[in-house]
């Protein structure tokens, strides 16, 4: 590197991992679009077993980690989740399920409340049966009804999860319809993020600037309605932003992830990143991949970025946005997220946008162009064989 | 949302879902809830852990101004208490 910019700061020493997201397992029952688990999930390694996990949370407690969230792939795939789950509640973590809901019946939600699961979060893919079952390839809508109905039984805020994209984002009045009716008390009306299969899917599942906007107004609306109390999230999509989200608060700097197979992450999605080598649970303590390896370190502070990033102000704010984003549009992770306008790389956003602005008279042909791609096991093969 | 004064006789508890606990390694009280975390200063910290649902407000004053050996926290400890059962970290039970 040549002289360093006075401005430049040397990459603190962090703080704790305070947000810990184990990924149990990449299995999972349903086949979603939209997923952001990696496409080439069918080629990681072995899952880590039961004693890895534990002495995860162990290692991660001791270093202040305290909010823990137990996602996949489906956990509840894992049939040692409630041993898990027990320990996290002892070492005095607050426990966040992140679920389809497949496979949860009486036994295991009563057995996980007695281990001491704080907070489950339900994801649906539609509020009709149809478009949810033909957004995850399966047949769960009904199943997920019961299972919200086993939530409220058993005491849990009911907290629903709707991913939104092109082809649901029209359905917003009948998805709240749909939560207020379960008695949901927070509704996330999360936008997709484009990574891994929704990236790959990206072209037909990118929402209009028209259709947004009318989300977000139909969400408004229904906030005003008079009635019981129902906290409503909308996330908007940032592909429509002129500046980047703060992506995980600067990578290394409160999240940790752990895939199923032991690699540690600074976010779910960086595996993809090239040229780092990220640390494995299985060769290395938690407090030395956290504070000592390199991968973890590189993206601390802010020597590693580019301009326009390095001399912006807003540095400090948004941290140059999302590294993965970054490295998907342009091909180089130390860029500037492309959603921000400063970018020289923002038409690559605009494009895209302007693509799913246009009227789709003729979405046959588009679609026998580039199928969509479920996210199966024989997929990821075939993507990557 | 019209805001109904909250009697020095109500009894404040942690709101379902909440948690609080002590974090040695942030070294504050915090409130845990579905998805995130407030760190809570000192006091704040302090009457929190008095809202057990039992103690009533002018309970919880009383044994703040004994433990800290202070007169005169009634207002500060009613603005807090407000102010959390407006965002819903605290709860008044019937």
């Known amino acids: 590197m040549n002289s360093p910019t006075p401005n430049i700061a040397p990459a603190p020493r962090p703080g704790p991992p305070l947000w810990l997201l184990l990924e149990l397992t990449y299995r999972c029952p349903l086949h979603c679009v939209f997923c952001y688990n990696p496409t080439d999930f069918a080629r ?7 004693e890895d996990w534990l002495r995860v949370l162990r290692e991660a407690r001791a270093l202040g980690a305290v909010q823990l969230g137990l996602s996949g792939g489906e956990p509840l795939a894992r049939d040692d989740l409630e041993e898990i789950v027990a320990e996290a509640h002892r070492l005095g973590f607050y426990i966040n399920l992140i679920t389809s809901g497949v496979g949860l019946n009486e036994t295991r939600i009563q057995a996980l409340k007695a281990a001491g699961l704080d907070h489950i979060q339900l994801s649906f893919q539609d509020s009709s049966k149809q478009m949810n079952d033909f957004l995850s390839s ?31 984002i029209d359905h917003v009045q009948e998805i709240l319809e749909m939560a207020d009716r379960m008695g949901a008390e927070y509704v996330e009306l999360a936008n997709t993020q484009y990574y891994g299969w929704a990236w790959h899917n990206r ?11 009318r989300a977000e107004q139909v969400t408004r609306r229904f906030r005003e309605r008079a009635g019981r109390p129902m906290q409503i999230y909308f996330v908007v999509p940032d592909y429509f932003e002129r500046r980047p989200k703060p992506c995980m608060k ?22 993809m990143l090239p040229g780092l080598e990220f640390p494995n649970v299985r060769t290395s303590s938690i407090e030395s991949i956290w504070f000592d390896s390199e991968s973890f370190n590189h993206f601390r502070g802010d020597a590693w970025m580019k301009e326009p990033c390095r001399s912006c102000p807003e540095k400090t704010r948004d941290f140059g946005g999302c590294r993965c984003q970054a490295y998907l549009f342009t091909g180089d992770a130390a860029n500037a997220d492309p959603v921000c306008d400063l970018s020289p790389h923002h038409h690559l956003v605009t494009e895209a946008v302007d693509r799913a602005n246009r009227p789709q008279a003729e979405p046959k042909p588009r679609v026998e162009e580039k199928p969509l791609v479920f996210r199966t096991p024989d997929n990821s093969t075939a993507l990557f064989p | 949302m019209t805001d109904t004064p909250i009697s020095v006789q109500a009894r404040p508890a942690i709101e379902r879902g909440f948690r609080l606990q002590w974090e040695a390694a942030q070294n504050a009280h915090v409130l845990l809830y579905p998805e995130g975390m407030i760190k809570l200063n000192g006091s704040a910290g302090e009457i929190m852990k008095r809202c057990n649902g039992e103690a009533s407000i002018a309970d919880i004053t009383a044994d703040l101004e004994r433990s800290f050996d202070t007169t005169g926290l009634s ?3 009613m603005a807090f208490v407000s102010m959390a059962v407006a965002k819903k970290w605290l709860r008044i039970p019937a």
Not at chain 1, 44 to 50: H, K, M, Q, R, V
């Open chain 1, 44 to 50: 990681t390694g072995p899952e880590l077993d039961t």
């Open chain 1, 138 to 168: 399966t047949r769960t809508f009904e199943l997920k009804s019961k299972v919200a109905a086993l939530i409220k039984k058993y005491d849990y805020p009911m907290v629903l999860n709707v991913v939104l994209h092109r082809m649901n």
């Open chain 1, 203 to 213: 072209e037909q599942l990118l929402p209009s600037r028209e259709q947004v906007e």
């Open chain 1, 250 to 271: 600067g990578l290394g700097s409160i999240f940790l992830t752990i895939a199923p197979d032991g690699l540690a992450l600074p976010c779910h999605a960086a595996r």
């Open chain 2, 75 to 77: 207002n500060d400890v």
